[in-house]
């Protein structure tokens, strides 16, 4: 079966790093794009990054844009969210999702839940002094 599974997460003191990872299987991973989105209390799901199956293409939201890279190693199944300059606002629990549908996301068309179909359970980064 789909499964999608991200770990990395953790406590980070403002201007620390992470690196997140999504390791997938049950499916070719070089078929697809995967995208990070990322979940805070109370507020929407919003996205935070995307790469093209070839890895040749990516997109990050203004928010996280010169300090979040996505990458990717389709030989190990896994694709990676290196967070920099780690803000208390990038607080939230992060996903990892498959996207299956609906065009590149740029700045005027941001990343929707809705084109990507199977997730992970999250993995929870806090930011904090």
């Known amino acids: 079966q789909v499964q999608l599974v991200e770990s990395g997460g953790g406590l980070v003191q403002p201007g620390g790093s992470l690196r997140l990872s999504c390791t997938t299987s049950?499916?070719?991973?070089?078929?697809?794009?995967i995208g990070w989105f990322r979940q805070a209390p109370e507020k929407e799901r919003e996205g935070v990054s995307c790469?093209?199956?070839?890895?040749?293409?990516?997109f990050s939201a203004d928010s996280v844009k010169g300090r979040f890279t996505i990458s990717r190693d389709n030989a190990k199944n896994t694709v990676y969210l290196q967070m920099n300059s780690l803000k208390p606002e990038d607080t939230a629990v992060y996903y990892c999702?498959?996207?299956?549908?609906?065009?590149?996301?740029?700045?005027?068309?941001?990343?929707?839940?809705?084109?990507?179909?199977?997730w992970g359970q999250g993995t929870r980064v806090t930011v904090s002094s």
């Open positions: 049950g499916f070719s991973l070089d078929d697809y794009a």
């Open positions: 999702a498959r996207k299956v549908v609906g065009s590149w996301p740029n700045d005027y068309r941001p990343m929707r839940t809705t084109d990507f179909d199977y």
């Open positions: 790469i093209s199956s070839s890895g040749r293409g990516t």
